[in-house]
């Protein structure tokens, strides 16, 4: 296991990373939900694409986009569900984040009464490996960071080319005057919740595809993703979700080879270090 | 008969939980949600002393104590510039430090993941004195709490809750008082993790998770938040309930999931309809 494999280990988990983080870090910054619940929708997305593709024989593309587009339909079910009345009755930030726990605590239960906590591998075959030079790269890794690249790319023209994008910055600056200057709150928070979560849908998918799901692997993936979401800073958003990823990511890839024992402790060493030196990110 | 024994000591230990953690949530208004690691530093103390050093188990249950405070103020000491929901997630995230650690660092009893095998004095060791034993600590507990929560010192924690500002204003020191406060729940918290270890008679890390502080946050808020009524009612309603879905006859392997879920749908209820709890009087603000 040389220096240099370890690094294409580590992105290709900094993927999946990416793909959380950026919509964790969409939700906070704009709205002010500490949305644990968005591991929930990244591992739902998993399981409907286990179920259909794995359990059902589905093709590949149809079970993938099914998956994804009932992630997003179950982020903006949590958010008008679950988020709203307890805004609408005076519930403030902390009084989301409790209930949020209280969704990921009903889904991952769910997912434990029809796993019984097996490991769900969504794919039917082998992955094939291809080797350039000394290291041994999987297809799979290479789909999945082109495919990031690509979301990264449409992110930053949403956010800065459309009309949409620009009201979304405007709610990360200064969510009462953007109101006040005319934007429709309602109806961008509904693109952020859907956006985001059909991104979780997609890192389920191929988490669930590449190493497969149980049901904690939501919460403890989303930790790890907001863990890179504090580490680098949300006034960024992409550079600082892409860079804390890509830490994270090899971070944990490296950790997880020396001592797996202690990675879950060093990602939450790290978090309650970054959380007391440096609250607002790298780039903060 | 055994069984209802067992489960009335459990629910006596939740309560003493409950009492501390309140103490913090409610009373202080900082938000705890790290306090099974502290559970498990009372628990691995106590099993630990008993087992390997002989140590009688009441002074070992002492030291558990005493350990559980002193883990408490020292991991409170770097959060406590923290606020809200910052503090809320740092100390969420001790869970997961302290699981890796008793998980890696714990002592263990050999060819097993955890410990057994305490030697209990007469007072803990059949099932009727065990509950007899744990009630009057309980009760001990209780009193003990309700004299804090009324005394000057009580007064002064609700106030560092309100009005930081004025509690400085009045020359008294909300940093001191939430480090005092801090003390005396880690304190019961690790005495209730003595108590944990000798009612189960095995325990190992994954007691001590992010599950049982939510499991604490679930009781403390369906009770009622600045309630010691509260911090009674919450864990007797649900620990009862749980039970009596194992007595309806559902099967044991779906009674942690089933109890899961319905932990969290009453926390999203709460959140929405009653955030203060039962007979809470103070609500989760901000």
Redesign the interface.
Known sequence: MNTLQMLVVGLSLAGSYALLAVGFALIFATLRIFHIAHGTVFISAGYVFFVLHRVQGWALIPSGVIAVAAAALLGLAIDKAVYLPVLRRGGGMFGVFIASLGVALIFEAGFLMYTKGVVSVARTDMLDIMMVGPVAVRSIDLAVLSIVAVVYGLLYLWLHRTWVGIEVRGLTDNAPLAAVVGVNVDRTRNHIFLLASALAGLAGVFSAYDMGISPETGTRTLFVAVVAVILGGMSNLLLGTVVGSLALGVLTAYAGFFFPEWVTFGVFITMILLILVRPQGLFG | MDYLLYIGALICIWIIVCVAVNLVVGYTGM?AMGHAAYLGVGAYTAASLNIFYGVDYSLAMAIAALCGAVVAVLTLL??L??G???F???TL??N??F???F??LGPRVEASEGLHGLILPLALAAPDTRFATTLCITVVCIVAARHLVDSPLGRLLRATRDRPEAVDAVGKNPTQTKIVVWAVSGALTGLAGGLYAATLSYIDASLFTSTTS?AM?VFV?VGGLASTAGSVLGPVLLIAFTEALRFVGLSS??V???Q??L??????L????R?QGLVGRYD???
Do not use: T
Request: glycine letters at 14%; charged letters at 10%; proline letters at 5%.
């Open positions: 938000m770097p959060l510039r923290l809200g929901l910052y809320g997630l740092a995230g001790l997961f430090v699981f890796d650690l998980h890696n939510i946050m808020g392997q779906f942690g999931p089933v899961q879920a932990y969290g749908v009453l926390l999203i709460l959140m929405i309809f955030r989760f603000r901000e």
